[in-house]
């Protein structure tokens, strides 16, 4: 049944489009040629900034949608930030965190009341904790690529998602972090753009925070990796 | 769902009169609209955008049939499997077919308007799967037994008191007055329902045709656990949600949320990219993605080809004077405002659906804030004049025209007229300026009067100014 769907409905596509046998070849060139070479359209001004005035933008721009930014000077800084954090909101310490080996040197071995367990994330995790592969400077948005240290869960089903973002990763546009994303080999299976916690205006188009995915977000911009 | 465009202006007529729905649409003016706006001007690029958008859909659209193709061979090389279905029955028959491959006994459902479209949710009961919509506006008119009203507000014609009730009807437990009671409870109910399912049912925003990716573009995130937390997934979609590569997808990002809620982004943009993978901890076993037409390509052979432009962002409604007069349940099928007054008479036949593109004022509002600038009046002017050679509107309103057009193509016997009528009106208005009622027009006069003619006729006045 698909196949034959499939043949009548680019059949139909052809022939509105009044297909010429003779340029049909370089048809077909022309658009595996613009695939193959994908080039970005207008990028807007305000993305196009670096250095420090990037970072404060993202910083701006992630605030304005009820994101929490700190700046940590150092990686081994997260479970200090992260304690203090889930104190503030009254939270237990406890959390979920993907089990990617870079939040081994996170601090946590120096907080011996935080309960942390590695892997994905279930339905009783109140608080889950992950790393995001670049933060868009444009619109405070974080980029979240899936894989098996990174498991998608974590950053959707707990009510607090807290997700570390090394400063040399704020890049200024979406294409720049797809850039990325390309160097490493193309998308993985989920690639999340995060911008903000989750909200819905479903009641009365009032926005209230916290539909499905987190109600609150904090994001820890690490200034240096230590990866000494 | 079975559609009653052809009951319109009764429909209208009802929605007039309903002072909550009218409450609640008065939300939009407020909302929405003046957030547009405020998005847009934020964005020195954004109408440079909307002309870059505008050109690459068309270009996509001139060469759907290789990126259909192009999509295909990438999403297969990733492990997702590719269904295409020319009608709705077609459709509706590959998505139960893999549910009760896939053993399902309960699917949950992110918003997608080609779902309703096709009639899924009343497919899937039909086969005793139960499904429960996860995107929060769905799930009350899902609760409440109704079509969805508006493109991205499925239940923006419920007001915060009627879903309290709603809520503590089916939850149990006291009304709820708080925005944020509500919410909660929502996610309390729903997040057991994500477990539940072996199937999660999505929608696209778009496809890419470079990498084979399904995009979802959502506030609440319930795309992300529908398709994350359950063993498949299934995604049921338009064959015109096609875009070249992510670099394009970004061009349709930037003016998408900016033109639907006026935020700068929306909360989840999510590329899913295939199945799980081989080392992946979460993820759905199987992707099956299905390509609908139902029509699609019908209305890209004509006339309407640019309507395929559209990305669903709800502009055209939010700024539409008719549609916030009446919402959109009166249109009376899935597509409402300028956009289902464009798209439902090809999708339910004009005789079903002819009078939703006589129910506008030809204002020009939804085409200037469109984001891929369909020209929207153009277009339902086309269908008029299709029912017009059909002889669809009533007898009244043909000869009305046909005598209209008769002096309209004689100029002195249209002056004539027109000096005729106006002295008439003029007279008939003794003198007061206004006119309680008119003959065969008690439809204005019954809520408001009509202003009569002063000081001659727009022909003489303009020729004395000439003068």
New interface residues.
């Given amino acids: 049944m698909s196949e034959a769907a499939r043949t009548t409905i680019l059949a139909r596509l052809a022939a509105a489009l009044g297909r010429d046998p003779a340029s049909e070849r370089r048809r077909k060139e022309e658009i595996a040629a613009r695939l193959a070479v994908p080039t970005p359209n207008l990028i807007p001004a305000r993305a196009q900034v670096s250095g420090e005035e990037r970072i404060e933008l993202f910083l701006r721009m992630a605030r304005a949608v009820q994101t929490d930014v700190e700046r940590l000077a150092h990686l081994s800084d997260v479970a200090t930030a992260t304690t203090r954090f889930l104190r503030f909101h009254n939270l237990p310490q406890r959390l979920v965190a993907v089990p990617d080996p870079l939040l081994d040197r996170a601090g946590f071995d120096r907080q011996p009341l935080m309960r942390l367990r590695r892997g994905t994330a279930n339905v009783e995790d109140a608080v889950g904790l992950t790393i995001a592969e670049a933060g868009v400077a444009e619109t405070g948005t974080l980029v979240l690529m899936s894989s098996p240290l990174r498991p998608t869960l974590v950053a959707f089903l707990p009510e607090t998602l807290i997700v570390v973002l090394p400063i040399e990763d704020v890049v200024g546009a979406y294409e720049e972090a797809w850039q990325r994303i390309r160097a490493r080999g193309g998308p993985s299976r989920s690639v999340n753009f995060i911008t903000g916690p989750s909200r819905t205006g479903d009641i009365g188009q009032q926005i209230t925070l916290g539909a499905h995915g987190p109600k609150r977000l904090l994001v820890l911009l690490v200034e240096r990796l230590d990866r000494t | 769902m079975q559609p009653t465009s052809v009951r319109f202006d009764h429909q209208a007529r009802r929605a007039l009169a309903d002072a909550e729905l009218q409450r609640?649409l008065s939300?939009?003016r407020t909302?929405?609209q003046p957030a547009r706006a405020r998005a847009a001007a934020a964005?020195?690029?954004f109408d440079?955008?909307r002309d870059?958008a505008r050109d690459?859909k068309d270009h996509v659209l001139?060469?759907?049939?290789?990126?259909?193709?192009?999509f295909e061979a990438a999403a297969t090389a990733v492990g997702a499997r590719v269904?295409?279905?020319?009608d709705a029955a077609?459709a509706r028959?590959?998505v139960l077919g893999l549910c009760e491959a896939y053993g399902a006994r309960s699917v949950t459902k992110s918003k997608s308007m080609v779902a309703e479209e096709i009639g899924l949710a009343e497919a899937l009961e039909g086969r005793g799967i139960s499904r429960v919509e996860?995107?929060?506006?769905e799930y009350?008119i899902q609760l409440a037994h109704e079509p969805p009203s508006h493109l991205i507000?499925?239940?923006?014609h419920?007001?915060?008191e009627r879903?309290a009730k709603l809520f503590a009807e089916h939850h149990g437990g006291p009304e709820l007055t708080q925005?944020?009671a509500?919410?909660?409870e929502?996610?309390r109910v729903?997040?057991q329902k994500y477990?539940e399912a072996e199937v999660g049912i999505t929608g696209a925003n778009f496809l890419v045709?470079?990498?084979g990716?399904v995009i979802t573009v959502t506030?609440?995130?319930?795309a992300?656990?529908t398709q994350?937390?359950p063993r498949h997934h299934i995604v049921v979609t338009g064959?015109e949600k096609l875009v070249?590569?992510?670099?394009?997808a970004?061009?349709f990002?930037?003016i998408l949320a900016r033109s639907a809620?006026g935020?700068?982004?929306?909360?989840?943009?999510?590329?899913?990219?295939?199945?799980?993978?081989a080392?992946?901890?979460?993820?759905p076993e199987t992707l099956d993605i299905v390509?609908v037409?139902n029509g699609r390509?019908?209305l890209?052979?004509g006339r309407f080809r640019e309507i395929l432009r559209c990305i669903r962002c709800g502009a055209c409604m939010n700024h539409c004077p008719v549609y916030l007069a009446i919402g959109g349940h009166a249109y009376g099928w899935t597509y409402v405002g300028p956009m289902g007054a464009v798209l439902t008479p090809q999708f339910v036949g004009l005789e079903q659906a002819w009078k939703l593109p006589e129910a506008s004022t030809f204002c020009g509002r939804c085409e200037e804030v469109c984001p891929v600038r369909i020209p929207l009046p153009r277009l339902m002017r086309f269908w008029r004049e299709e029912a017009w050679r059909r002889r669809l509107p009533p007898a009244v309103q043909r000869s009305g025209l046909r005598i209209w057009a008769f002096l309209a193509t004689r100029p002195r016997l249209y002056r004539l007229a027109a000096r005729l009528g106006s002295g008439i009106l003029a007279i008939l208005s003794r003198g007061r300026g206004r006119l309680r009622w008119l003959p065969g027009a008690s439809g204005w006069t019954a809520a408001r009067d009509f202003p009569a003619p002063e000081g001659g006729t727009f022909f003489s006045r303009y020729q004395r100014g000439r003068r």
Avoid at chain 2, 62 to 70: P, S, T, V
Avoid at chain 2, 83 to 86: K, L, N, S, T
Avoid at chain 2, 219 to 222: D, F, H, L, Q, R
């Fill in positions: 609640a939300a939009i909302g929405w964005l020195p690029e440079a955008l870059l690459l001139a060469h759907l049939d290789l990126y259909l193709e192009a269904h295409w279905a020319r077609e028959e590959i996860t995107d929060l506006g009350i507000g499925p239940a923006v419920f007001t915060k879903i925005a944020e509500l919410v909660a929502a996610r729903l997040r477990f045709a470079e990498t990716s506030n609440e995130g319930n992300e656990l994350g937390l064959i070249p590569t992510m670099e394009d970004f061009t990002l930037r809620t935020q700068e982004f929306s909360a989840y943009t999510t590329v899913i990219t295939g199945p799980k993978r080392e992946d901890l979460d993820g390509l037409d390509s019908a890209h052979a």
